[in-house]
């Protein structure tokens, strides 16, 4: 997964504040659209002064959050970010954000202090179905949580690094986001296994040994001519047990997953404008082009020359992602 765009602002808020994060609408994006165009597809919140409440849709309780305390969105997750749980929210982030100054943006009347450096991850288009399928849609990092530390050195470095304004400094600060938002699932996997047997798809799956097994070998071998009974052995299990098991963690068959795996490595691939069309298709466990681009239309939205134009298209029009 690749980091295109990763936009930054840190909020300086004053109690009595309220912030809220609502849905993002999508009726204007095609399902074709949705599989081949870069987007935001997270959010990303550290606590770094003072103290507030977080009310995540889904989640019944309100969370206190401190000093060091990080989280990371989905995208589509409510939020509401408040100084008390008395305090209704006035604004939402997108506000906030458009008012920013030096990317620093102010809200509140006045009172008690809170600081939080906020952040809108945009990735490529290959990246955009693996990771709608591991990001839950809120994970909580706590101050004195394992590897905590190492995701405050890395704000500090990308927030360095965006000011600087020098040569490659965009290319660098979306490399080091990319190390931010892959040590924020790190965290997030450290936690262990029972604060992530509410995940969904593969981020819960990995923590099962039998799939996670299957799925290795799965993706280490991505043109091995896979059947349902060949993923099952190497998972240990029987056909009809490791079928029902693989349907009830990742949402869907396994036969589908692997076509769905082979194409975002063939996207990957087609990227690097290296490889002709029938390696691509061989290196992904095709031995015919129209079978190839058949499946690639089926799964991505677009066949492969469709793909690579667009791509072309979408890099003249590459922005900043937009900070929540």
């Known amino acids: ?6 936009g930054q602002h840190r909020l300086e808020a004053t109690a009595p504040w309220g912030l809220i994060q609502e849905q993002q609408t999508e009726e204007k994006i ?20 003072g103290n507030c409440w977080l009310s995540v849709e889904g989640i019944p309780e309100p969370i206190p959050l401190t000093g060091g305390d990080c989280f990371l969105l989905a995208r589509g997750t409510s939020i509401i970010l408040r100084d008390s749980l008395r305090t209704r929210p006035r604004w939402s982030f997108r506000e906030i954000a458009a008012r920013a100054n ?5 809200c509140g009347g006045g009172g008690a202090p809170t600081t939080i450096v906020c952040g809108s991850f945009s990735f490529d288009r290959a990246s955009l179905k693996p990771i709608s399928q591991l ?9 004195d949580q394992a590897r905590t530390l190492a995701l405050h050195n890395t704000m500090q470095a990308l927030g360095s690094e965006m000011a600087e304004q020098v040569p490659g400094s965009e290319i660098v600060a979306n490399r080091i986001a990319e190390v931010l938002f892959i040590q924020v699932l790190r965290a997030h996997i450290a936690s262990g ?3 992530n047997k509410h995940s969904q798809g593969w981020l819960r799956a990995i923590f099962d040994p039998q799939m996670g097994t299957a799925l290795s070998a799965i993706h280490d071998r991505v043109n091995t001519p896979w059947t349902v009974e060949s993923m099952a052995a190497a998972a240990g299990m029987s056909r009809s047990a490791f079928a029902a098991r693989f349907k009830e963690l990742l949402g869907q068959t396994p036969l589908e997953y692997v076509t769905e795996w082979r194409m975002q490595k063939a996207m990957q691939l087609l990227q690097r404008r290296d490889k002709k069309l029938t390696d691509v298709a061989r290196s992904v466990g095709y031995e015919s082009d129209a079978a190839f681009s058949k499946a690639f239309k089926r799964v991505v939205g677009a066949n492969p020359g469709e793909y690579l134009k667009r ?5 003249g029009h590459a922005g900043t992602a937009e900070g929540f």
């Open 193 to 195: 296994p029972e604060r």
């Open 102 to 106: 030096s990317n620093v943006a102010h």
């Open 311 to 315: 791509g072309f298209e979408d890099q």
């Open 135 to 143: 990001l839950p849609g809120f994970i909580l990092i706590k101050a």
């Open 1 to 6: 997964m690749h980091v295109t765009a990763f």
């Open 30 to 49: 095609t399902p074709s659209d949705k599989e081949i165009s870069p987007t935001d597809l997270a959010h990303f919140a550290m606590l770094s002064r």
